[in-house]
């Protein structure tokens, strides 16, 4: 088999995450042996079985068997579990820095406190930094599909904890739910002192990606793949150097585009904008960082110039401080020196 130079470079190339769904990392086999150890039941009768069941037709299909199959996580073990498990593939792939989203309302409903979730979390982390070095921040993110009452509600169980959260975010169902429903909430969340994010223009029109900037004043816009249909707002993102966490697995399985050819990260790149790669939730779609990159690679063959670029992008567009991402950057010029030209 023919090796390719650039896609070596940039699977081995120090990297951060910043689109990740810690649910969305739920592997059929730990999902099934902490159904067992928690006594939960899933609506399917094997790993195979659900594994069979992953064949989407869009975002709310895949929502349906994703908050089904969260039910499973109970306690702060499993939290460690399913943190270790996923920053175990993910320095595999070169990840040095995740950014690693989590749903608190996923699980208060069912009993989990908050400080369990986050507990189990950060001793996952904990663990991964011993081990490899690396570092992460937990953004929790509220249910767009929940009401404004519901999270200003999650918000104020998440207070005593602001200490050990780095951001907030907004995902779910995006159609029919646009970002100017939480401007309060997420004006709340600024007054905290911390920074937002935001899924938008994943389904949704580009018209939710400028509420997201207006309204929400978001540092980052997670997906935003259909800005493209908005020739100002490609312009606005590319002039205000707005960060896209863009995950290419997930688009294809998830309907957004047909096939990977068919994707709008060249448009994206060719704009001028900071666009980074991840993978949402890759036990679900296909794969981690590193299957993201190949599947980029295969179907758009980029030079290690390109692969450079997503790289530094992602690396500057963490919530890392100055001095690591100056670090970072210099390991990373050295893992492409005398490649990039
Ligand atoms: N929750 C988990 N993955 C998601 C996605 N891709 N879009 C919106 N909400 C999500
Ligand atoms: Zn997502």
């Known amino acids: 088999?023919?090796?390719?130079?650039?896609?070596?470079?940039?699977?081995?190339?120090?990297?951060?995450?910043?689109?990740?769904?810690?649910?969305?990392?739920?592997?059929?086999?730990?999902?099934?042996?902490?159904?067992?150890?928690?006594?939960?039941?899933?609506?399917?009768?094997?790993?195979?079985?659900?594994?069979?069941?992953?064949?989407?037709?869009?975002?709310?299909?895949?929502?349906?068997?994703?908050?089904?199959?969260?039910?499973?996580?109970?306690?702060?073990?499993?939290?460690?579990?399913?943190?270790?498990?996923?920053?175990?593939?993910?320095?595999?792939?070169?990840?040095?820095?995740?950014?690693?989203?989590?749903?608190?309302?996923?699980?208060?409903?069912?009993?989990?406190?908050?400080?369990?979730?986050?507990?189990?979390?950060?001793?996952?982390a904990r663990e991964a930094a011993q081990r490899w070095g690396m570092t992460t921040r937990l953004i929790p993110n509220f249910l767009r599909h929940l009401s404004e009452e519901d999270a200003f509600a999650t918000l104020a169980q998440i207070e005593p904890y602001l200490d050990r959260v780095d951001g907030f975010g907004l995902?779910?169902?995006?159609?029919?739910?646009?970002?100017?429903?939480?401007?309060?909430v997420f004006a709340r969340c600024r007054e905290l002192g911390k920074p937002v994010v935001a899924h938008a223009g994943e389904e949704g029109p580009p018209s939710y990606v400028v509420?997201?900037?207006?309204?929400?004043?978001?540092?980052?816009?997670?997906?935003?793949?259909?800005?493209?249909?908005?020739?100002?707002?490609?312009?606005?993102?590319?002039?205000?150097?707005?960060?896209?966490?863009?995950?290419?697995?997930?688009?294809?399985?998830?309907?957004?585009?047909?096939?990977?050819e068919l994707h709008t990260l060249p448009k994206l790149l060719a704009a001028g904008i900071r666009a980074t790669i991840n993978s949402d939730d890759p036990a679900y779609f296909g794969g981690y960082l590193g299957d993201n990159i190949r599947a980029v690679q295969a179907a758009f063959h980029y030079?290690?110039?390109?692969?450079?670029?997503?790289?530094?992008n992602s690396l500057e567009a963490s919530f890392a401080s100055d001095v690591e991402k100056a670090g970072w950057v210099a390991r990373l010029d050295a893992h492409f020196a005398g490649a990039r030209h």
């Open 1 to 124: 088999m023919q090796t390719d130079p650039s896609l070596a470079l940039a699977l081995s190339a120090p990297k951060a995450e910043l689109h990740v769904h810690i649910e969305g990392t739920l592997e059929p086999d730990l999902a099934f042996a902490l159904a067992r150890r928690n006594g939960v039941s899933l609506p399917y009768a094997s790993e195979a079985a659900l594994a069979a069941a992953y064949d989407f037709e869009d975002l709310q299909s895949f929502l349906d068997l994703y908050y089904a199959c969260a039910d499973v996580l109970v306690t702060e073990a499993d939290f460690h579990d399913l943190m270790l498990a996923y920053l175990t593939r993910a320095q595999a792939d070169g990840v040095i820095h995740a950014e690693i989203f989590f749903d608190p309302q996923t699980h208060l409903p069912r009993g989990v406190a908050f400080a369990t979730m986050l507990a189990g979390l950060e001793s996952g």
């Open 171 to 184: 995902d779910s169902s995006e159609r029919g739910h646009p970002p100017s429903k939480f401007a309060r």
């Open 211 to 260: 509420e997201a900037l207006d309204l929400l004043k978001v540092s980052r816009i997670d997906h935003g793949v259909r800005a493209v249909e908005d020739e100002a707002l490609l312009q606005r993102l590319a002039a205000e150097g707005v960060p896209l966490t863009v995950c290419p697995l997930s688009n294809v399985r998830l309907c957004v585009f047909e096939r990977m």
């Open 303 to 312: 030079p290690p110039e390109v692969w450079y670029r997503l790289c530094r």
